[in-house]
């Protein structure tokens, strides 16, 4: 009986890794295409544009990719292994070419993370200010995060009579 528990529990075992295997190669395919996608709505918005806000109380534009940039650098680096661009980006007063730059190596980076993290270490614990979370918790809450501004950066684009680039979701 030992012997057939042990089969079954590497059995069930390889099973799970396989899944975490495929789920790690969907979400690099994903963040692939959200990069494009941020990066094209990012670059249809022209530069004298970059500090529009809808309200005074909302982030500008190029505030909202800084933050966008940050989240991301912040949660790879943070909790996955990655590393953190050397831009401080708090700041607000990036060209628009210097906001493309940064946007790309922060998606790159984040990127990088994943594609180096095993499919084992999706389920390791991290602290996280709401609460325990596992790895692939982090990378949900990253993508999420992503969809979330880039959500509002289609609504600018629009508000300006900017026709957002068409949206590809897989």
């Known amino acids: 009986m030992g012997h057939l528990l042990s089969t079954l529990l590497f059995s ?31 670059e249809s918005m022209p530069e004298e544009a970059y500090d529009y806000r809808p309200t005074a109380e ?21 909790y996955l292994g990655g590393e953190r661009p050397g831009h401080d980006l708090r700041l607000d007063t990036y060209s628009k070419a210097e906001v493309l730059d940064i946007l790309r190596e922060s998606f790159e980076m984040a990127g990088k993370a994943v594609v180096a993290l095993p499919a084992e270490a999706l389920e390791e614990k991290v602290e996280f200010f709401a609460g325990p979370m596992n790895k692939r918790q982090i990378l949900t809450l990253m993508n999420d995060h992503v969809t979330h501004h880039r959500g509002q950066l289609i609504v600018y684009l629009r508000m300006k009579g900017i026709k957002p680039p068409k949206y590809r979701g897989w």
Do not use: P, V
């Open 12 to 42: 069930l075992f390889t099973q799970l890794i396989f899944a975490q295997e495929g789920y790690l190669l969907d979400f690099q395919q994903k963040w692939q295409n959200a990069t494009a996608y941020t990066i094209e709505l990012a």
């Open 58 to 78: 909302q982030m500008s534009f190029r505030q909202q990719l800084l933050h966008l940039a940050g989240n991301m650098a912040w949660l790879s680096s943070s």
